[in-house]
C-alpha cells in the first residue's frame, strides 16, 4: 500500500487563491475526485484521471478515494473554500472511521484554502473585525431546532454570525427565518452581507439591512454566503457608486448583555 | 491623489500558503508596512520601501497606510494569516472613519489568506467539520466579562471554538480561565488543539484531553492557536508515532439541550 491521499482547498474559485501548496497537491495526484464542477475548474495534466460524482454524496466520494488511495493511487480529493469548513475532509475522516482499518496507516494531508468567509469578508471590508462564528444552515444534517438554538446563541452573544449553505431548492425557507431570528437579537438596520460567487466572473456583492434582507431571502442561492453584523458592525459609505465598506471594529465596550434579552 | 491601499494576509509563513493574489500585491507596492516579524518573511525588490512598526499599535500603523497612500505610494499593509480576523483590515477602517475625509476616494481592497484556525485544523484532521467559531482572548480590546459570556455561550450552543490570541505576557491566566469554562460545558477527555506556528519551521502541535489542556494552559504562547473540541469531536488513533486525526463529524444528532445545562 503506497498510495496516498490529500485533500485540497481550491479556495473560492479563481486561479489567484489558489495556494502554491494545493496547486502542488493537485500537481502530483494520479487521481483527482470531487464535485464536478471542482474538477472542471482545474487545468490536469497527461496521465491524471479525474473521478467526477454529484455533490450530495460526501461520504460515498471520500470512500472511493480511500479505496484509491490503498490500492496504490496518489489520490488528491478537491473541495471548493477550505476542504475542513463544511466540506470534504470532515467527510473523509468519517469514512475513514467505518472503512477498511488497514486504511488507518495511509498518508493522508489536508491543504487548506481561503474559504468563502474571508473572500466575502475582504471583498465587502471588514465585517469579520471582532469575534465571529460560521454556521451551515443546512438541516440536511443536523435537526433544524439545533440550527436555531446554535443561532439564538450567537447573536445573544453578539457574534458577527457566517451562513454556510444558506439557501437551495430542497431548503427555501430557511436563510428567511434565520434573519428573523437575528432581527430579534439586532437592529433593522443592522448590515447584512449578501456575497455571491466571489471571484468567480458571476460574484455579485450585496450590502443590505437586515430589514430588507429578509424580505429580499429567497434571491440568495447555494453560492451565497451570508454575514450578518454583530451590534457595532457598520458601514462607511463611498463616492460614487462603489458599495459602503462593512467593517466591525475591534473593541467593546458594552456588555453583551445588553443584546441577550432580544428583542420583541 | 493616485495612491492605493492594499490590506495583504500572509497567510500562516510558508510561502507556499501565499496566494498568488497577495503576493502580486505585495510586488506592486511601493511601500509595505507591518509588524517587523511579518515584513521580515518578504523578499523585497529594489525601490520599495519598509516600514516596520511595534505589534500593538494596529491603528497609528494603519493611519500612517492610509497617509502614504494619499500621497501618492502603493501601499501593501500586511498581515499574518488573514487580514480580516483579529489582524489589520478592520483597524485600516477604524483609522479610515476617524481621519482625513479626502482618504475616503483612496482605491482600498484586502487580500485574504490563510488563517491559523485552516491551518491548525488542517494539521490536526477535521476539527471544524461542524459549526464553529473564533473568539479572541485578548481583553485588551473588550472587557474580559464579554469574553467569558460569549465563550459560555458558544459552548453552551456545542459550537468548535478557536481562540486567538490566548496568552500572553501581560495576559497570563486568561486561557486556564477559558479552559476551565469550557470543562462546566464538555467532557474532560474533549480533544483540545495547541496548534503553535503550523507552517514554519518551530511548529509544534499538540493533542490533548481538555483536562490535560487546563494543566498545562501555560506552555502555550502568543504564536499558539487553541481549538476545543465539540461534544461530537474525537479522535482517530494512528500506528506508530502518528499524532491521531482530531475530526467533528457533519452530523448533529442530539440537541443542543443536552449540554447547555453545563457541567458543576
Redesign the interface.
Known sequence: MSGSLTIV?L?PG????????AQ?AIDSASDLIGYGPYLDRIPTRDGQTKHASDNRV?VDRATHALRLAAAGKSVAVVSGG?????AM??????A??AGDPAW??LP?A??????AM??A???A????????????LSDN???W??VT??LA??L????VTCLYNPISKARPWQLRAALELAARHRDPQTPVIFARAVGRPDEALRILALEDAIETAATADMATLVIIGASSTRL????GEAAP?V???????K???AT?QGRT
Do not use: H, M, N
Not at 89 to 94: G, Q, R, Y
Not at 110 to 115: H, R, Y
Not at 156 to 159: K, M, R, S, T, Y
Open positions: 482547498g479556495g479563481p486561479a489567484q487563491w489558489l495556494t502554491p501548496a502542488a460526501e477550505d476542504p475542513g469548513v463544511f475532509a470532515a467527510a473523509v475522516f468519517e475513514l472511521e488507518i496507516a493522508i489536508i491543504e487548506p484554502g481561503i474559504t474571508l473572500a469578508a475582504a471583498k471590508g471588514a465585517p469579520l473585525g471582532g469575534d465571529f462564528c460560521a454556521i451551515s444534517l443536523k435537526p431546532e439545533v438554538a446554535r446563541a450567537v445573544a452573544a453578539d457574534l462607511i459609505t463611498r463616492p465598506w467593517y466591525t471594529p475591534r473593541s467593546v465596550t456588555s453583551p448583555c441577550s
